[in-house]
C-alpha cells in the first residue's frame, strides 16, 4: 500500500515534491502516480501543481483522477501545492475554467492596476520569489513553523475564499492575499513547501505525521461542499 500518493496528472514539480517528502518522512512509501486506484488506496494525497487551470482540470479528466482526488479530499490527509490549493474553488478567471467545487470561492488574477509598491514602482507577474506567510489559525501543519516564515512562490493567480474561516495564512504582494487554506482533512497552499528550504520540509513533515481524523477535523459542511 502506498502511503503518500503524489498525484501525476502530466504537470507539476513532481520530483521535487516526492523527494521533499522521502527526505522528511524516510519510514513511507511515497508513489508518484496517475492511477485513481492508488490514488484512492493511499493513506493519504499530495496535488502538487505547476502551470495553468485550464490545462490542471483538463489533464486531470483525461487521466480519470478527478472522483478519487475528490474522494482523497473529503476523507483523508490532504495537501494541495499552488494548482492544487486553485483547483479545489468553483472557477478561476484563468480561462474562465470551472474548479472542483470542493470550497466556495473563485481563483484571480493579480489586477494590473493594484500592482504598486509603497515607492510607487510597478511589481512583476507572476509573482516569483521569497515572501513572509503570515498564519491566520493554529493548525498541525504549522508546528513548528514561525508565523512570518518565508516560502518560495511561483504564480499570477491568487484564490479568494467565499468563507473567511477557511483562510489559514496571508502574504503581501502588495496586497493582503489568501496563500493557504484549511478545512477538515484539506490543507493547501499557494507556495511551493517543496522550494522552501527548511520551512518548506517542516511543513511536508508534519503533513506526514498529520492525524486530521484522530483530531476530530471533519470537514465543516459549510465550508466545504
Known amino acids: 500500500m502506498t502511503d503518500i500518493a503524489v498525484i501525476d496528472y502530466g504537470m507539476g514539480n513532481l520530483r521535487s515534491v516526492s523527494k521533499a517528502i522521502e527526505h522528511v ?20 494525497v499530495v496535488f502538487p501543481g505547476q502551470g495553468a487551470m485550464p490545462d490542471c482540470m483538463r489533464e486531470m479528466d483525461a487521466r480519470g483522477l478527478r472522483k478519487a482526488v475528490v474522494a482523497a479530499a473529503r476523507e483523508k490527509p490532504f495537501l494541495g501545492i499552488c ?43 507572476p509573482h516569483m520569489g521569497w515572501n513572509e506567510v503570515h498564519q491566520t489559525m493554529p493548525h498541525p501543519l504549522w508546528e513548528g513553523i514561525a508565523s512570518g516564515s518565508r516560502f518560495y512562490f511561483v504564480h499570477s493567480y491568487f484564490v479568494e475564499p ?64
Open 83 to 125: 494548482i492544487g490549493l486553485q483547483m479545489l474553488f468553483d472557477n478561476s478567471e484563468e480561462g474562465d475554467v470551472a474548479g472542483l467545487g470542493l470550497l466556495p470561492g473563485k481563483v484571480r488574477r493579480f489586477p494590473h492596476e493594484a500592482m504598486v509598491d509603497a515607492r510607487g514602482e510597478k511589481l512583476k507577474v
Open 25 to 44: 518522512a524516510p519510514q513511507l512509501r511515497v508513489t508518484v502516480t496517475s492511477d485513481p486506484e492508488v490514488v484512492s488506496g493511499a493513506g493519504r
Open 162 to 225: 467565499a468563507n473567511p474561516q477557511l483562510i489559514a495564512g496571508y502574504s503581501l504582494y502588495p496586497f493582503s492575499f489568501t496563500c493557504a487554506v484549511a478545512s477538515g482533512s484539506i490543507f493547501a497552499v499557494q507556495f511551493h513547501p517543496e522550494k522552501s528550504q527548511a520551512a518548506g520540509l517542516r511543513l511536508l513533515a508534519n503533513f506526514a505525521a498529520w492525524q486530521p481524523a484522530a483530531a476530530g477535523m471533519r470537514v465543516p459542511a459549510d465550508a466545504m461542499r
